[in-house]
């Protein structure tokens, strides 16, 4: 079953949904986690996004040129 992405109008959260693609079809629309609104609407966040934020190539880059910097 794939999963969507959903932003909140009320809070601004954004969170998947897991649902059938006939029930997206349909234009289901859930109850936002945080804050219980239904007043969320579908957000495209792209994939590679997810992927690169969720791979930690950044993050550990970041480390290292702050652990030279106070090594010096
Ligand atoms: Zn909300």
Redesign the pocket.
Known sequence: MPTYDYR??????TFEVRMSMSEYAEGKKPA?P????SD?DRAFTSFGVLTASRGGSGGSSFGRSCGHGGFT
């Open positions: 909140c109008q009320s809070c601004s959260q936002c945080r804050c219980g609104s969320v």
